[in-house]
């Protein structure tokens, strides 16, 4: 491996790498755009593109795309050659200006929830200069947004670009009222990344990790997680080989990969970098999991990003580290003081308000069909959202409600009772691991996404809600400074928590006390998909968007069927995988398995009629039974199945799916998972969890 400083961000046409290359006037020009969002001339953009098609060029690139989300969630890209043949029959490499900043792509084939038409194909990219160009496989990738001909956004990028500029706005707002001049307000995430690695032989012989991202069926492992032996664990060394090419592979591309380390569940990893700009973040996130899929065959291995792909253990998250940033100021910050900085706990309370209020809106940015299987299960937070503050934090709270004078407990040393560790100061707040929006320090950790999400659509909602509670702050202030000011502010943050007290929960989220608790509370609980995703039409949903630009009524509603029948389809593969491996694989096996052993009691009494087959009898009954039970729960869900697939409208057939198909497919499960531990290992037609997870 190359020493960090010399290969890091070596493939990234970064700021460093403009200052280098571009003239000084045309680099000032394009910091603006990037910095203040001045709008960019051709004239400067012919000149960029020319600095970064010959930088692509000498890191080995032949070909250039501009590189989106469309709102499959994943990237996607379209490579053109640097080509431009002469009339002599020659070529020269060429890339204009023109191309840099647009494309345009087929638009027909990406989901659009309605927006396009087959024969309406055309889309365009516009280049994003905020997050940076990079090579990665010898083409020069160029981030972009993806808009329709006729404007609407067909991307996950758009929206949050849109949500960035209204927290911009209206964090300003808010600092102009504590005397502070114009900054640049970004929010900032760092994406921790959970993961599997298992064998690529085991992932080939299931097909519904294949197919599905996730084991349909699978009994137990003798061994789970219950030794908590795996957590921070010495890695596999195949592993270990895996992230070290990993490493160096995300270096290069300028990903600030800090942390890795096993998870808690058997064969299960996580990767965490240092946090930025949302934008860029989330650019660099998604690099990250495309690379660690495309990585690991090189050491034999299958990297599986699904929500939940083995029952009974750890599902993988994505925790969104989120929090404000104004220069080098993070708006988050308690401070020495928190109760005195008035600041701090205007932008604390505008997250509990927006939080609070759009609750069921952050909810459905993470609903998917594996995250269902994920949420309140193990160390995920349950479905129903609340805020985690802490013990100080939660404290100045309630003194802030109850009108009360609060009394510091201080940030106290803790002695760990070992002479040779050092002393260290508590922290203002401790973990709570089962909160789903809970207060770190000096950020929210959410904790609700799933490993498989683009968390462009949670941090939208986010930025956008934050960007509405600043906004009514900033509007009741207006007029109003000094101890005016100071007074005003301190009675609307008093007001406001007293209102929103509700999302705050500093308990354990996994107790049967908590929905009870949450109902009386008036909190939301959508446990499923197709429970959660109706609120995304909700016209308080639209006028949130349509307040700040950042969706019109028609793109929430494309959106929203975009997610209907993602979910829909997912589950209608899953049902079909379902009923060929039982018919294909399952079935068959077990009605061998029976045949053997009906064949060895006729070969036993033949030889000796006296002996006592109680037991090979009672085996071949409870197989016989078994059979019978997987054929009924088989037939159940191939009639729900092939009827909710005649269901017309999207979410109908959603909520068929939830709470009628997915049962079915819960009981065909445990019928196949019964035979697993009956069914000689000799006969089971895939692998099993002790041998997928415990590899070598």
């Known amino acids: 491996m190359s020493h960090v400083s010399e290969i890091y961000g070596s493939m990234v046409f970064n700021e460093h790498t403009m200052q280098e290359r571009l003239p000084s006037a045309t680099y000032k020009q394009l910091m603006r755009t990037i910095k203040d969002g001045e709008p960019l001339n051709l004239e400067v953009a012919n000149v960029v593109a020319h600095a970064m098609k010959e930088w692509a060029i000498e890191k080995g690139a032949t070909h250039y795309t501009h590189w989106f989300q469309p709102l499959t969630g994943i990237t996607s890209e379209k490579h053109d050659a640097f080509l431009d043949p002469t009339p002599d029959g020659r070529a020269i490499q060429s890339f204009s200006g023109k191309e840099l900043i647009q494309g345009e792509p087929d638009a027909s084939s990406f989901p659009s929830g309605g927006l396009r038409a087959t024969f309406e194909a055309r889309g365009y990219t516009a280049w994003d200069p905020t997050s940076y160009a990079f090579v990665k496989d010898e083409v020069l990738c160029i981030p972009t947004a993806f808009c329709s001909y006729t404007g609407e956004a067909l991307d996950k990028k758009t929206p949050l670009l849109r949500s960035m500029v209204a927290i911009d706005e209206q964090a300003n707002r808010v600092l102009k009222l504590f005397g502070e001049g114009h900054q ?76 890795k380390h096993n998870e808690v569940a058997p064969a299960q990893h996580e990767l965490a970098p240092i946090f930025s700009n949302s934008n860029r ?112 934090l939660g404290a100045i709270v309630d003194a802030l409600i109850s009108d009360k004078e609060y009394t510091s407990a201080e940030r106290v040393a803790m002695d760990l009772g070992v002479a040779v560790l050092p002393n260290f100061l508590k922290d203002n707040t401790d973990r709570n691991r089962t909160s789903p929006f809970a207060f770190t320090g000096n950020k929210f950790e959410f904790r609700m996404p799933g490993s498989a999400v683009n968390l462009s659509d949670a941090n939208t909602i986010l930025n956008t809600a934050m960007a509405k509670s600043l906004k009514e702050f900033a ?44 109902e009386r509370r008036g909190l939301a609980n959508h446990p499923t998909t197709a429970d959660a995703l109706p609120c995304f039409i909700d016209q308080k949903s639209i006028d949130l968007f349509g307040e700040f630009n950042v969706l019109s009524e028609v793109e929430v509603r494309s959106r929203y069927e975009v997610k209907l029948e993602k979910y829909n389809k997912l589950l209608n593969i899953e049902a ?6 039982v018919r294909r694989f399952f079935l068959p096996a077990i009605n061998s398995f029976a045949a053997d052993v009906a064949r060895d009691i006729a070969q036993v009494k033949a030889a000796l009629p006296s002996a006592d087959q109680t037991f090979q009898e009672k085996k071949l009954q409870t197989v016989v039974d078994g059979t019978k039970r997987v054929e009924e729960a088989l037939d159940a869900l191939n009639t729900a199945h092939l009827a909710n697939v005649e269901i017309a409208d999207q979410q109908e057939r959603a909520n068929d799916n939830a709470h009628h198909v997915i049962p079915l497919m819960d009981e065909l499960r445990a019928a196949i998972d019964a035979m697993e531990i009956v069914v000689d290992d000799n006969h089971w037609p895939v692998p099993t969890y002790n041998e997928i997870l415990f590899y070598c």
């Open 184 to 259: 640049k307000i970004v929010t900032t995430v760092g994406a921790e990344q959970e993961y599997f690695l298992i064998s690529e032989k085991d992932y080939a012989k299931r097909l519904d990790l294949v197919l599905t991202g996730r084991t349909l069926f699978g009994y137990p492992p003798c061994k789970g997680q219950e030794l908590e032996e795996h957590y921070f664990g010495a890695i596999r060394p195949t592993v270990n080989e895996f992230m070290k090419e990993l490493d160096d592979e995300l270096w290069k591309l300028g990903v600030s990969a800090k942390t």
């Open 281 to 392: 973040a989330i650019d660099e996130n998604l690099l990250t999991m495309e690379k660690m899929k495309l990585l690991a065959s090189h050491h034999g291995l299958v990297c599986l990003q699904h929500e939940k792909p083995f029952e009974g253990i750890n599902g993988s998250g994505k925790h969104n580290n989120w929090a404000i940033s104004a220069g080098k100021k993070n708006l988050l910050d308690p401070g020495e003081n928190p109760m005195e900085n008035l600041r701090f706990l205007v932008f604390l309370t505008g997250v509990i308000q927006a939080v609070d209020d759009y609750q069921e809106l952050l909810r459905m940015s993470v609903a998917s069909a594996g995250n269902d299987h994920r949420l309140g299960a193990n160390e995920a937070p349950p479905a129903i959202v609340s805020i985690f503050l802490g013990d100080e």
């Open 475 to 518: 509007d009741a202030m207006e007029g109003k400074s000094g101890d005016e000011f100071e007074a005003a502010a301190i009675a609307y943050i008093k007001d406001d928590l007293r209102k929103h007290q509700r999302i705050i929960f500093n308990g354990n989220g996994y107790s049967d006390e908590w929905p009870v608790e949450a």
């Open 576 to 581: 079909r995988t379902m009923k060929r491996m």
